[in-house]
């Protein structure tokens, strides 16, 4: 494994980082501010030995991993300095974003013209609402830097303006097990993709991730 490349520093994102990179013998990528607010969470012993392995990026400044052309592009999320990635090779395009709050048209531009679009759907709002969470929490998860609900993705794919529909493979993605469930996932995203205009049509696969299963490997 060549890099480990960390979107923001919440702890469901990196929490095992330190491990991988001594199992691994790798290197992480990540922004200085990410990497701070790391640091900040982790035991002294523990940064230290991590503080030796770590590249750092800024968003909208591309950089390269092998033969792998990255972009950042930041994302509104309650984080340090949050980003979502596109990632080119071989004349491929995979664009990934997860953990933001709404989708501001600089995002929607990163994500046009991708093979692989991989979104989060987060949420659904009327299960946030009756759900588990404790107040608070439900207000940072539904505010413009918590989290996409079905709702929300489900409006940026029916529109053709937003989605351009090229992508062979949609994957939706950081779904919550308290607060949504994969076939509303599917339900809300496939009743938006049918709405799309005729001359827009999506010719794509839609997949939906699980937490407790990998998808199999795409072919791009």
């Not at 520093?9 to 990497?35: I, K, Y």
């Not at 592009?73 to 953990?99: C, E, L, Q, S």
């Not at 996932?185 to 794509?204: I, K, Q, S």
């Amino acid at each position: 494994m060549d890099a480990i490349i960390i979107s923001h520093e919440h702890f469901d994102h990196c929490g095992g980082l330190p491990q991988l990179l001594r199992e691994w013998n790798s290197v992480a990528w990540l922004t200085e501010e990410a990497h701070s607010g790391f640091l900040r969470a982790l035991p002294e012993s523990t940064a230290k030995k991590f503080s030796g392995r770590v590249e750092h990026f800024r968003a909208g400044e591309r950089f390269t991993v092998g033969d792998l052309e990255i972009t950042p592009f930041a994302v509104p999320h309650d984080a340090a300095d949050p980003v979502g990635f596109t990632v080119r090779a071989n004349g491929v395009k995979v664009a990934i974003v997860t953990d933001l709050g709404y989708l501001p048209e600089l995002v929607k531009q990163h994500l046009r013209e991708a093979d692989c679009l991989i979104l989060e759907s987060n949420h659904d709002l009327d299960m946030l609402k009756v759900g588990p969470y404790p107040w608070f929490v439900k207000q940072r998860v539904m505010s413009r830097t918590g989290h996409l609900s079905n709702h929300v993705v489900g409006e940026y794919l029916a529109d053709p303006e937003s989605f351009d529909g090229q992508a062979r493979y949609l994957v939706l993605a950081h779904i919550s097990e308290h607060n949504n469930n994969p076939h509303l996932v599917r339900l809300c995203a496939e009743e938006a993709l049918d709405r799309r205009p005729e001359g827009a049509r999506f010719h794509g696969q839609l997949f939906i991730t699980s937490q407790r299963t990998p998808l199999a490997a795409f072919d791009l």
